[in-house]
T-cell receptor
Framework: AQSVTQPDIHITVSEGASLELRCNYS??????LFWYVQSPGQGLQLLLK??????LVQGIKGFEAEFKRSQSSFNLRKPSVHWSDAAEYFC???????????FGTGTRLTIIP | ETGVTQTPRHLVMGMTNKKSLKCEQH?????MYWYKQSAKKPLELMFV???????ENNSVPSRFSPECPNSSHLFLHLHTLQPEDSALYLC????????????FGPGTRLTVL
C-alpha cells in the first residue's frame, strides 16, 4: 500500500518570499500525485496533479510541483507567496487499479506581512 | 450550482438524534466518496460508491449509514453518534473510481454533544 509523508506540520513565510512544501511518498510503481489546498472551513481544492509525462507540473494560483522519482518526492513550490495563500496544504498519492487515494497529514502555511 | 455541494454546512446534534448529510455533484461523475477529517489526523476514507454501488466500506461503525440513490446524490445517515464523531465530513466525486482526480465539496462541520 502507498503512503505519504509531509514532514513539515507548520511553515511560516513572509509575503513575497518563495515557498517550498515537501511531500515524500512510498509506492512501488509510478504513482498518481496530487496537491490540494484547504482554506479554513472549506473543502479541498485541487492545485495540481501528476499522472505521467513532464515531471514539472503547473497548477492554479501560480503553484508548481516537480516529481522526482529518485527521491520519491513531489514538492510544491511558489516563487512569491501572497497573503491569500495562507491555508492547509495536502499531498496525496494514488495508483492505477482499485487503489484509494492516500493523504498526508497536511502542512499549515502562515503568511506574515 | 456547480461542482460538489454539501448540506447542511454545520450540524449540531445530540447523541440520540438521527440526522442526514447530503451531497450533490453537478459534474457528471460516476464515483462518490465520504471522508472524515478530524483535527491532526489524515483524511479518513469512509465509503466509496461507483455507479451507485458501494465498493468500499472502510471499517466504519454502523451508526454511519450511506445511501447513493443515483450517481449525483450521496447521503450519510447518522444515528446514536458519539462525541468523538465530531469532525468535518467531506464529500468528493470523480469520473472514474479511485484512479481519477477527486473534487471535493465544502464539507459539513458536525458537532455531537
Amino acid at each position: 500500500a502507498q503512503s505519504v509523508t509531509q514532514p513539515d506540520i507548520h511553515i511560516t513565510v513572509s509575503e513575497g518570499a518563495s515557498l517550498e512544501l515537501r511531500c515524500n511518498y512510498s509506492y512501488g510503481a509510478t504513482p498518481y500525485l496530487f496537491w490540494y489546498v484547504q482554506s479554513p472551513g472549506q473543502g479541498l481544492q485541487l492545485l495540481l496533479k501528476y499522472f505521467s509525462g513532464d515531471t514539472l507540473v503547473q497548477g492554479i494560483k501560480g503553484f508548481e510541483a516537480e516529481f522526482k522519482r529518485s527521491q520519491s518526492s513531489f514538492n510544491l513550490r511558489k516563487p512569491s507567496v501572497h497573503w491569500s495563500d495562507a491555508a492547509e496544504y495536502f499531498c496525496a498519492v494514488g495508483a492505477s487499479g482499485n487503489e484509494k487515494l492516500t493523504f498526508g497529514t497536511g502542512t499549515r502555511l502562515t503568511i506574515i506581512p | 450550482e456547480t461542482g460538489v455541494t454539501q448540506t447542511p454546512r454545520h450540524l449540531v446534534m445530540g447523541m440520540t438524534n438521527k440526522k442526514s448529510l447530503k451531497c450533490e455533484q453537478h459534474l457528471g461523475h460516476n464515483a462518490m466518496y465520504w471522508y472524515k477529517q478530524s483535527a491532526k489526523k489524515p483524511l479518513e476514507l469512509m465509503f466509496v460508491y461507483s455507479l451507485e454501488e458501494r465498493v468500499e466500506n472502510n471499517s466504519v461503525p454502523s451508526r454511519f449509514s450511506p445511501e447513493c440513490p443515483n450517481s449525483s446524490h450521496l447521503f450519510l445517515h447518522l444515528h446514536t453518534l458519539q462525541p468523538e464523531d465530531s469532525a468535518l465530513y467531506l464529500c468528493a466525486s470523480s469520473q472514474v473510481v479511485y484512479t481519477d482526480t477527486q473534487y471535493f465539496g465544502p464539507g459539513t462541520r458536525l458537532t455531537v454533544l
